[in-house]
């Protein structure tokens, strides 16, 4: 069965980090560019980062530039997603997903709650 599971997610007080773990099982993320998302109570769905399969390269959405780090462990079978200085705005459920995302990949989430 194919799936990708997230974890790491937690509670957290502004300015505190996390690492979220995404980790594949049915097939080998080497292949693909892989990305995270989140989704806050009230909006629509939207990607934070992603990281390509072939050379490394990433992206990140401007609200996160500078706080957050995508990487991946080929070795895992595991992405990561290093979330520094967090703040409440970051407050979410986030995913994991093939990059362009597959609804067959969709997990549960891990949630994110940023407050004091």
């Known amino acids: 069965q194919v799936q990708l599971v997230e974890s790491g997610g937690g509670l957290v007080q502004p300015g505190g980090s996390l690492r979220l773990s995404c980790a594949a099982s049915?097939?080998?993320?080497?292949?693909?560019?892989i990305g995270w998302f989140r989704q806050a109570p009230g909006k629509e769905r939207e990607g934070v980062s992603c990281i390509s399969s072939s050379d490394g390269s990433t992206y990140y959405a401007d609200s996160v530039k500078g706080r957050f780090t995508i990487s991946r462990d080929n070795a895992k079978n595991t992405v990561y997603l290093q979330m520094n200085s967090l703040k409440p705005e970051d407050t979410a459920v986030y995913y994991c997903?093939?990059?362009?995302?597959?609804?067959?990949?969709w997990g549960q989430g891990t949630q994110v709650t940023v407050s004091s």
């Open positions: 997903n093939s990059v362009p995302p597959s609804d067959a990949y």
């Open positions: 049915g097939f080998t993320l080497d292949y693909y560019a």
